[in-house]
């Protein structure tokens, strides 16, 4: 399954955005789908999962501020972000998890969110 993400983009802080990622196939039996950043020097941070059994969770440093959900329909999660500030900056890329002993994950190639004014 092939992930491409789209909607990232410069806004100011406390603006919004909406990133996209959409599956080349089905994600309705992915257990996981999440996003994930990065900046440069940092390790990458897991932001939020949205999981098959339609449970949600989020890191601390974006909760209340972003929403992840699932068009198992569309083949697509999104991830609403709300309230940004620079420290959001950073590339978002969507991951996919098939949980198990043969499990496996894929991922996209990212898109550039950069808060500033």
């Known amino acids: 399954v092939r992930l491409v993400e789209s909607g990232g983009g410069l806004v100011q802080p406390g603006g919004s955005l909406r990133l996209s990622c959409t599956a080349s196939?089905?994600?309705?039996?992915?257990?996981?789908m999440s996003w994930h950043r990065r900046v440069p020097g940092k390790e990458r941070e897991l932001v939020a999962q949205?999981?098959?059994?339609?449970?949600?969770d989020y890191s601390d440093s974006v909760k209340g501020r972003f929403i992840i959900s699932r068009d198992n329909a569309k083949n697509t999660v999104y991830l609403q972000m709300s309230s940004l500030k620079p420290e959001d900056t950073a590339v978002y890329y969507c991951?996919?998890?098939?949980?198990?002993?043969?499990?496996?994950?894929?991922w996209g190639q990212g898109t550039q969110v950069t808060v500033s004014s």
């Open positions: 196939g089905s994600i309705s039996n992915i257990d996981i």
């Open positions: 991951n996919g998890e098939v949980a198990g002993p043969f499990g496996y994950d894929f």
């Open positions: 949205a999981f098959k059994s339609g449970n949600t």
